[in-house]
């Protein structure tokens, strides 16, 4: 197992919580946290398997966050000093009074213990910052080459991204947390052109992004590397020269590397707590979901259930603790096709009259304020039936297979959208019957859900997400995973994309 770099634990971390502590107590704080954050990225990117750029990036600094009468204070420094610690204190304590005026209402933290000397790092066996350049770069042009080598493929790009997420927190209450994690979003995009015709078709790989080392990039490791490069072409092939879908209701199966996107966009926003009481709107608007509505919405039909946790293993918003020093564990979010529940942090779990936070806080570096955060955010599977995508597909009689996630629309409630894909199929008899193109879907959150008729296995079910989810302004970036199994729906509006772009 990995534990925290040594020259992480180097850093003068208990020297500078002492020291900001200390400060902001004599000067009348009732709460105060530091949070030490270091955030390394690398960027490698090839285009026919030549590399275009490799970039890397390391940004460190703390924080020092106070209430003072209910108010926010909040100051950060890239100076590591116990001197520059105080300061910063001092700078977040004036922050609070100079508010204060201007509050329209006190904060009050949920009551969360203690928990000295705690220790936290994610499931990955090889850092992928301990990998040679070379490596990974040979790799991924390796990659490229294969997909090179097949016609149609005229071009063929590889990327991955690499992140390491280091932080120390530490309260007045006496919490001292330190954690560590790693993870990976690689592609690989094969592309085809049609000189004669002028047009062009593109594939990406299928693969997540994870919270692993990178093993997850051998071929030998659980993605399956070699299989996939091998098919791109071929489909890619088929793709090219497949018919345009036609529009109208339509029973749709959705692989779970499409729908992950669709439980993002239409329930993991639409259950941010701050969203839903309007005190959030920026990037994603508000939310349709709003509180009066908990323990009545009939979110989807009652096959649906959907949990948030910050504890599953290789998820990209799995901690230990979350950036308030709150333990994180799993809850529900929809059961029995009903909305029961919302992602919170210490200030709102309070306004919805719970005890605890459920562990949704996060900064994106030492420099903003932490926010509340989306869990991962999952669709279970049906534990007592470990149904497959084919069976699935076996009851369609005339529909679409879709897999993997392209490009999306939803409006600013989180109610209305429209979710393109990779890869589609046509379903006839209860069988695939070759490629379609030009495929979306458009629904209503509640209508979209509400069809689902059945849910694939735990056989089927997989751990999809995104680097890039933004939120706030200034706006902070943060990754999130998203589990769902295969799963069925009956009668969803399906547009073709180029009479629509036509019109």
Avoid at 188 to 213: K, N, S
Avoid at 394 to 403: F, K, L, R, S, T
């Amino acid at each position: 197992m990995p534990s925290v770099d040594p020259d992480f634990l180097a850093l003068p971390l208990a020297q500078l919580a002492d020291a900001a502590l200390s400060e902001a107590k004599a000067l009348g704080a009732d709460h105060a946290d530091l949070r030490v954050h270091r955030l390394a990225d690398e960027r490698i990117s090839l285009r026919d398997a030549k590399p275009q750029s490799v970039t890397s990036t390391t940004q460190l600094g703390f924080a020092v966050r106070v209430l003072v009468d209910g108010v926010w204070g909040f100051a950060s420094s890239v100076n590591l000093t116990p001197e520059s610690a105080s300061r910063t204190a001092r700078q977040a304590v004036e922050v609070a009074r100079a508010l204060a005026p201007l509050a329209v209402e006190r904060v009050e933290l949920a009551a969360e213990p203690a928990y000295p000397g705690a220790v936290w790092v994610g499931s990955y066996e090889r850092d992928p910052f301990d990998v040679p350049i070379a490596e990974k770069v040979s790799l991924l042009a390796d990659y490229s080459e294969r997909l090179l080598a097949a016609d149609p493929v005229a071009h063929a790009t590889a990327s991955v991204l690499a992140v390491k997420e280091q932080s120390y927190y530490a309260d007045l209450a006496g919490s001292t947390i330190t954690q560590q994690r790693v993870r990976l979003h690689p592609q690989l995009e094969a592309t085809a052109v049609d000189q004669a015709a002028g047009v062009f078709e593109t594939m990406r790989t299928l693969a997540p992004p994870v919270g692993r080392g990178w093993e997850y990039l051998d071929e030998r490791g659980s993605w399956g590397w070699a299989d996939e490069i091998a098919r791109i072409p071929e489909l890619l092939a088929e793709k090219a020269k497949a018919p345009s879908v036609v529009a109208g209701p339509t029973d749709l199966v959705i692989a779970p590397s499409n729908l992950w996107l669709t439980i993002h966009e239409s329930i993991g926003h639409a259950t941010e707590y701050d969203r839903a009481i309007g005190y959030e709107a920026a990037y994603a608007g508000t939310s349709f979901a709003t509180p009066d509505k908990l323990g009545a919405l009939q979110y989807g039909s009652p096959i649906m259930r959907v949990t948030a946790d910050r504890d599953v293993e290789h998820g990209l918003a799995t901690v230990g603790w979350d950036d308030e020093g709150v333990a994180t564990g799993r809850w529900d979010i929809v059961k029995d096709g009903v909305l029961v529940g919302y992602q919170l942090d210490r200030t709102f779990a309070l306004r919805l009259g719970l005890d605890r936070s459920n562990g949704c806080s996060y900064a994106d570096s030492a420099h903003h304020v932490p926010i509340q955060r989306m869990a991962n955010i999952s669709l279970e599977p049906d534990r007592q039936t470990d149904r497959s995508t084919e069976d699935l597909i076996a009851a369609v009689e005339d529909g679409i297979y879709i897999e993997g996630d392209k490009s999306w629309s939803i409006d600013m409630q989180r109610y209305n959208f429209q979710f393109t894909g990779q890869r589609f199929w046509r379903i006839q008899g209860g069988k695939l019957a070759g490629q379609l193109k030009d495929v979306a879907y458009q629904a209503t959150t509640t209508d979209f859900w509400g069809s689902m008729e059945a849910v694939g296995g735990e056989s089927t079910w997989v751990l999809g997400g995104a680097f890039n989810c933004g939120k706030a302004q200034p706006g902070q970036v943060a990754a999130v995973s998203h589990g769902c199994p295969s799963a069925l729906f009956r009668q969803v509006r399906v547009l073709n994309t180029a009479q629509e772009g036509k019109a």
